[in-house]
């Protein structure tokens, strides 16, 4: 008997080290494994995840700038906050019902005819067309939202903040058979940084133009 409760002691015991550290170790293996596979430089601070609750959580998501580009960061992302329909963790896919985004903040930063978000959007374009998905996790989004979102332009001229519009995505990824994890993302930040442009004024015209109206220049 008293063998058989060590044993369940052990278990219990390795069980709440795996709940509390397991975590740390997967965030810091999805944001390697990014970097990797997207080629932008990628940090996580920190992932949780509940299969019983149905929750997941990232907090401190941060794309990085690379040269030119000073700004000390080109997106960062406070918390990622997401509920899943948890009798389908051990499917084919994993139906998530929500993702709320929050206290996102984009730097764009233009140098010469560069600008940086541009440049990662070609990233993920790039990524996306070559891609090798069929060892990635898969899911299927109901609904996705990032809410509260700001930016601040850094150019030659000088800098100016403005705030970027809410964005909401739904039905995201193949109902029936669900979509890359990562395809995914990479489809969400297109259109933040699209939005990040249009709200900052450079989604379309030439950037002399737009930039010269932004600062009030002529």
């Not at 299969?51 to 030119?68: C, H, K, N, Q």
């Not at 329909?85 to 984009?106: E, H, K, M, Q, R």
């Not at 964005?167 to 995914?184: A, C, F, H």
């Amino acid at each position: 008997m008293k063998k058989t409760l060590t044993i369940l002691a052990t278990i219990v015991a390795l069980g709440a080290a795996a709940w509390f550290v397991l975590p740390g170790m997967l965030s810091r293996t999805v944001a390697g494994t990014a970097s990797a596979d997207v080629g932008i430089p990628f940090t996580l601070g920190d992932m949780s995840f509940n299969p019983f609750a149905g929750r997941a959580s990232l907090t401190d998501v941060i794309l990085e700038s690379e040269d030119p580009f000073e700004s000390p960061h080109a997106v960062r992302v406070d918390r990622v906050e997401a509920t899943f329909d948890a009798s389908t963790v051990l499917s084919p896919f994993i139906v998530v019902n929500n993702v709320v985004v929050t206290g996102v903040d984009v730097r764009i930063e233009q140098r010469g005819g560069r600008i940086n978000v541009r440049e990662l959007a070609r990233k993920m374009e790039a990524y996306l067309a070559e891609a090798d998905t069929t060892e990635q996790a898969r899911v299927f989004v109901h609904e996705f939202r990032i809410e509260g979102a700001r930016g601040k332009l850094v150019t030659d001229a000088g800098e100016r903040e403005f705030q970027i519009r809410d964005v909401t995505l739904r039905d995201l990824g193949s109902e029936s058979s669900g979509t890359p994890v990562q395809v995914i993302a990479a489809n969400v930040i297109e259109p933040l940084l699209t939005q990040a442009l249009q709200d900052a004024g450079l989604g379309a015209g030439g950037l002399r133009d737009r930039l010269g109206r932004l600062f009030g220049r002529d």
